[in-house]
């Protein structure tokens, strides 16, 4: 059962990925990473992560990407254009890629003592994970909820000045460019 | 076939699809042209490390594994929402989302 | 040898005295009046000589003079007296110290005297002479700066000092050449003065540097007593180093082959001539080989070279000297000649000789130069013999002062030439045959000498005026005053050496510090007949100057014209400059523009200067397309970046192991 749940989820992770690099349109882009993030929800419940795969759904799919999808339905972009740029991302961005990818597969596929998963194995509790994230680990817990808070500061910051409305999110259109009045 | 289909996933293989799908949040923040696009390929990327961390979390039953991925996922949430008010102030004075017509420090 | 005795003579002040006259009337002297620096001018050289005089008595007349001049030893019977003092350590490097020291010794004495005393003479004479001139302070400051160095030189105590002294004379020789700067031959004179003399020092220095190597020490009389001390010092080393000083000298006193600076420093004003190319300057050759003469009594081969060079030199310039037509010139040909004499003593150990004649010399020669400066002031700036004439009657004391040394370079007695000169050429027949041949040379020299110097004298006062514009007129007694001391001192200046040969008590006087002469063979009576064979030479050159330029004036071109070759040679001097300009300059100039100027500085600085530019240049063109302000290849360097991260930790080939790799590979399980 498990090896059948991975194999679907994991390959639903992989096609959403993939599609996300192949869609021209941001927003499709969008909807194969909410794909993507709650096959991820999944295989965090098979590794046992129940209250992680909760928040992924939650926090990653519920918010953020909702968060993602509203500001591309506000800024209404659409499909991609060809622009020119340099080229310099084919000639040494792809063979990092790879290299990153061919050395981490080979360390991993060459390491030994790797245990492995099955079903109901190893489960972390919510219990057991409130019981670190409140005692030992408060103080990050709380830096974290700083840091939010100052997020939220920030993002309300720059989005609100604008060319004089003050009241809401001014979007111009194409032909009106103007500088940002700081 | 049971026996087939009870038989456990060796965690190399979670540890092989992680830095798959880092490397195409790679790949994807290199090739994409749209702003918001390279983003996602950025949350792509670290989706895929925060599977790595659940990974090794089951490996050792450290909890502190996903409570990492817990701080990780929270930062992410800020980071997407300053990031986004950012690509929209951008979006305000360039009136474009092409990340190669961006390429002034000054606004 | 030191003489400790209570109190100092202020040594010291023999060069200061004329350096605070240089500095007075060089910084200045445009702003005082007219008067002032006359005074400060003629004050130092006046100072310095009394200072001179109170030394000399205090410590070595202290019984008297004449009672010293009959031979008796000076203050204390058994030592050579001389006075050291030292004005602190200059140089003091493990086992190399050097002082500034001052030597008061009967040689130096000598050298102060006519330094000073004559120097003195001449800077009473430039007051007159130099009336008009703008540049009237600044060559007064320049007279006093080069009296300065020619005193340390004199009075050095070890070779580096009397370095400083012998460097010094040539830059004041340099400015003083070259005063009337904006004259281009007197420029490029003063040029060729001071580098020939530099080619010179190449000499002196390695000389020293030998002198250092073999003997650890500088000083004068510490090297005579290592020498002294080890019979094994001769030949090899010593001759070497002999060898080096004499290259020295030769560039100094203007012998063969570094003399040809000589007659082009004639450019300069006719006192400077008389005090630095005549009295003093060129005679520091000769008086740094008597102060060194140690040295070459222990090297037989270097003693006959420096009798070669000095015989040969006489010889040459002599020759040179009878077809020259700048009075000035003429001059000049026979100091080189005269010093020749000089350089002759030296080689055959007659140092006192030698010394006897540079005092003599420095009497008649000055007494020339400045009588001809006489008749140069006289007649507007004329220098060409061809143009005098007849200026006999219309200048009757520069006539008869130049009488005077006309008959004493020519040894007749009892004027002074003929004691100094006789002592020489007795010494140098008895020094084997070799000494027999440069006793000839010798000897045709002084009959040529006799003969150029009659010449000079008939064309410049006898016959017909040849300068009709101009009119003559008799020099101020400002300039009359030293030439009639001159010549006194050049008629009696000969007997002091009390005996009608050889030198008498001035080589008594000179023997603690130069040695003895070497001892008479033959006795008195051979002497007398050399003596008057000397004699009856120089009445020969006389007699045929009169009957070529005495009576009629057909006769000199008549003989130009029957031998134009030699005629040609002589009067291009052997095309000596034009043989050096060939081998010497061409050659330099060459490297230097070529190799020097176009290859190492065009082409290998200035290419590392221009490859250094262009690197910088490059690279930072390079990193400017880097720096694109294009996303996309800021993602694909960080990309790449993060692969070689990754790389490095992972390969196995870094050096560097952290201990996040060890971490790493422990994890993995190898």
């Known amino acids: 059962m498990h090896l059948i749940i991975f194999f679907v989820f994991a390959g639903f992770c992989l096609a959403g990925a993939v599609n996300l690099l192949l869609q021209s349109h941001p927003i499709n882009s969008a909807l194969s990473l909410i794909v993507v993030m709650t096959s991820l929800a999944v295989l965090y419940l098979l590794l046992g992560a129940e209250f992680l795969a909760a928040a992924q759904v939650i926090v990653y799919a519920g918010a953020i990407m909702v968060l993602f999808t509203f500001v591309v339905m506000l800024l209404n972009a659409g499909r991609e254009e060809r622009t020119m740029g340099s080229r310099t991302w084919r000639a040494v961005g792809f063979p990092g890629a790879a290299v990153i990818l061919g050395v981490l597969a080979t360390t991993i596929l060459r390491t030994q003592g790797l245990g492995t998963a099955g079903m109901s194995q190893g489960i972390t509790s919510t219990e057991d994970l409130s019981k670190v994230l409140f005692t030992e680990l408060l103080l990050p817990f709380e830096v974290t909820s700083v840091l939010i808070l100052i ?11 604008g060319s004089g409305d003050p009241h809401g999110i001014d979007v111009p259109n194409g032909n009106r460019e103007r500088t940002a009045a700081k | 076939m049971s026996s087939f289909l009870s038989q456990e996933v060796p965690l190399s293989w979670y540890l092989l699809l992680s830095a798959l799908l880092f490397t195409l949040g790679v790949v994807g923040f ?27 979390a089951h490996q050792w039953h450290a909890v ?44 | 040898m030191t003489e400790i005795m209570n109190g100092s003579l202020h040594l010291w002040l023999i060069p200061v005295l004329p350096l605070a006259g240089f500095l007075i009337n060089g910084l200045l002297g445009k702003r005082l009046p007219k008067f002032l620096v006359t005074a400060v001018a003629l004050l130092a050289p006046l100072a310095a000589f009394a200072v001179v005089l109170i030394a000399a008595a205090s410590t070595f007349f202290p019984q008297g003079f004449v009672r010293a001049m009959q031979g008796y030893d000076i203050c204390c019977p058994d030592r050579a007296p001389s006075w050291t003092e030292t004005f602190g350590t200059w140089i003091n490097i493990g086992a190399l110290h050097i002082d500034f020291a001052f030597v008061l010794d009967q040689l130096s004495l000598v050298m102060l005297l006519v330094v000073t005393g004559v120097g003195f003479l001449i800077h009473i004479y430039s007051v007159g002479y130099m009336k008009e001139d703008p540049g009237y302070a600044r060559y007064f400051a320049y007279l006093n700066l080069f009296l300065f160095f020619m005193t340390t030189l004199v009075l050095a105590g070890n070779a580096l000092v009397m370095f400083i002294g012998w460097e010094g004379v040539g830059l004041a020789s340099y400015l003083l050449i070259g005063f009337w700067f904006s004259k281009a031959s007197a420029v490029e004179a003063g040029k060729k003065a001071f580098i020939v003399n530099r080619i010179g020092d190449v000499g ?30 001769t030949g090899g080393v010593v001759t070497v180093i002999a060898l080096c000083l004499l290259l020295g000298a030769t560039g100094k006193s203007a012998q063969l082959p570094l003399y040809i600076w000589l007659p082009d420093a004639m450019e300069g004003p006719t006192p400077v001539s008389a005090l630095i190319h005549a009295a003093t300057m060129v005679t520091a050759g000769v008086y740094m080989i008597a102060r060194t003469h140690v040295l070459f009594d222990h090297s037989p081969f270097a003693l006959s070279t420096v009798a070669i060079v000095g015989a040969v030199t006489a010889l040459f310039a002599a020759t040179i000297a009878l077809v020259q037509t700048d009075i000035k010139r003429v001059l000049a040909y026979s100091t080189i000649s005269q010093l020749g004499y000089m350089f002759l003593g030296c080689g055959v150990a007659a140092y006192s000789a030698a010394i006897f004649h540079l005092m003599t010399h420095a009497f008649f020669k000055a007494l020339l130069f400045l009588a001809a400066g006489s008749v140069i002031h006289g007649l507007g700036g004329e220098q060409d013999m061809r143009k005098m004439g007849g200026l006999r009657k219309k200048m009757p004391v520069t006539f008869w002062t130049m009488t005077v040394a006309v008959i004493a370079i020519s040894g007749i007695p009892p004027f002074a030439g003929f004691f100094s000169k006789d002592a020489i050429l007795y010494a140098a027949f008895q020094q084997g045959s070799l000494g027999k041949v440069l006793y000839f040379v010798g000897l045709i020299t002084a009959a040529l000498t006799a003969f150029y110097m009659s010449r000079l004298w008939y064309l410049t006062f006898t016959g017909e005026t040849r300068s009709p514009d101009a009119h003559p007129h008799e020099s101020p007694w400002s300039m009359l005053g030293p030439l009639v001391i001159l010549a006194l001192l050049s008629i009696g200046g000969g007997w002091i050496s009390g005996a009608w040969t050889g030198v008498g008590n001035f ?19 051979f002497e007398i007949i050399l003596s008057v064979v000397a004699v009856i030479v120089a009445v020969l050159g006389w007699f045929v100057a009169e009957w070529l330029y005495g009576q009629k004036s057909e006769h000199p071109a008549q003989l130009a014209a029957a ?24 050659p330099l100039m060459a490297i230097s523009t070529y190799l020097l100027g176009w290859f190492v500085d065009k082409a290998i600085l200035g290419g590392a200067a221009w490859l250094l530019g262009g690197i910088a240049t490059f690279s930072g063109a390079l990193l400017q397309r880097w720096q694109s302000g294009n996303l ?22 870094s050096n560097v192991w952290p201990a996040s790799f060890d971490f790493i590979w422990k994890v993995v399980g190898h």
Do not use: C
């Open chain 1, 151 to 161: 997020a939220i500061l920030g993002a309300v910051a720059l989005a609100r000045h």
């Open chain 3, 632 to 653: 996309r290849s800021y993602a694909a360097w960080l990309a790449a970046g993060a692969a070689a991260v990754l790389l490095f930790f992972v390969l196995p080939w």
């Open chain 3, 507 to 525: 080589g008594a006087f000179l023997g603690p510090v130069l040695g003895q002469t070497a001892t008479e063979s033959g006795g008195v009576p």
């Open chain 3, 563 to 586: 031998l134009p070759a030699p005629y040609k040679l002589l009067a291009n001097k052997y095309y000596v400059d034009e043989f050096y300009g060939a081998t010497v300059i061409k």
């Open chain 3, 204 to 233: 002196f220095l390695i000389g020293m540097f030998l002198l250092l190597a073999n003997f650890g020490t500088l000083t004068f009389t510490e090297i005579a007593t290592k020498l002294g001390q080890d019979p094994g010092w």
């Open chain 2, 30 to 56: 290199l090739i994409k042209r749209n702003l918001i696009t390279v983003f996602m390929s950025i949350e792509l990327m670290l989706n895929g490390v925060n599977l790595s961390f659940v990974t090794f």
């Open chain 2, 64 to 107: 502190k594994g996903q409570i990492f991925v817990f701080f990780v996922m929270m930062v992410a949430a800020a980071e997407a929402a300053v990031g986004l008010a950012i690509i929209i102030a951008v979006f305000r004075a360039r009136a474009t989302l092409a990340v190669d017509r961006i390429d002034l420090m000054k606004l």
